[in-house]
């Protein structure tokens, strides 16, 4: 029987939008050595993947749980044709193309929660983290890491997050086989940034406000040190997140931590 990382290898051969899959049983996170790779000229749709990370970042600087041969932890290289400004849009483009693939799996209930996390029955599937680099105006390279809870169960969760997170066996009662999503999730996502680059923000915009399922949800948030909370109205033209407020008037949030209610 094929293995993981053999099943990996494969997928150059498969997929026209990669170039390569570099694995590793155990790294400190895919996100770092993607940058490092993408640094030294590592070419678009080049792949790290990895059974375990032992720094695992999400956004805000927090730590990923990544419990070995449990989740698909991998980090995507692309150099898209776009504007430096637009760059932070491919977070919300790639969770547009997460998004398409579970829902197309049964998992219907599933939540876009701005920016970067993949929400059901308000616990955490898996998250995404994106790091730009540029020159000049022009994007130089993108690094698009993705964690995704595949066969975890309550055990395989640190206790300080078991409450908080779910994973895909636990939602289906099914298993999954890493490699095959991987590759689905690969060619979408590719997919995804690059008609961001080629139709622009505004169809992005328009598309996750239809999709990601957050529209009209109560949320809370912190502006300006101060908890605040308030009703998802969309998005901005830039990708900020547009919230009436519980005062009636209208917050745009650019990087603020948001909660689901």
């Not at 419990?67 to 692309?78: A, E, N, Q, R, V």
């Amino acid at each position: 029987m094929e293995n993981f990382q053999q099943a990996l290898q494969r997928i150059p051969g498969k997929s026209p939008h990669i170039q390569e899959v570099i694995y590793f049983p155990e790294i400190g996170s895919t996100n770092a050595e993607a940058v490092e790779r993408a640094r030294s000229g590592a070419l678009s749709g080049t792949v790290v993947v990895a059974e375990s990370q032992s720094s695992g970042r999400g956004r805000l600087g927090r730590h990923w749980d990544s419990p070995s041969g449990k989740g698909l932890y991998f980090s995507l290289i692309l150099r898209p044709a776009l504007p430096a400004a637009q760059a932070p849009l491919t977070t919300l483009a790639v969770g547009l193309g997460l998004a398409q693939i579970f829902r197309e799996s049964g998992i219907h209930e599933l939540i876009l929660k701005w920016p970067n996390d993949l929400i059901v029955a308000k616990k955490k599937l898996g998250g995404i983290l994106t790091e730009m680099y540029h020159s000049g105006s022009r994007v130089d390279f993108i690094v698009v890491g993705v964690g995704i809870n595949v066969s975890q169960t309550d055990a395989d969760f640190s206790p300080e997050v078991a409450s908080l997170a779910t994973s895909l066996q636990q939602i289906t009662k099914r298993v999954w086989d890493r490699a095959e999503l991987l590759e689905k999730l690969l060619n979408t996502l590719t997919n995804e940034v690059e008609r961001l680059a080629t139709t622009g923000p505004a169809i992005l915009v328009r598309r996750w406000e239809e999709e990601s399922g957050m529209i009209g949800l109560p949320i809370s948030f912190e502006e300006g040190g101060q908890k605040d909370g308030g009703r998802v109205l969309g998005l901005a033209a830039d990708g900020r997140l547009r919230v009436q407020k519980e005062d009636g008037s209208v917050a745009e949030l650019l990087a603020e931590d948001t909660t689901l209610l």
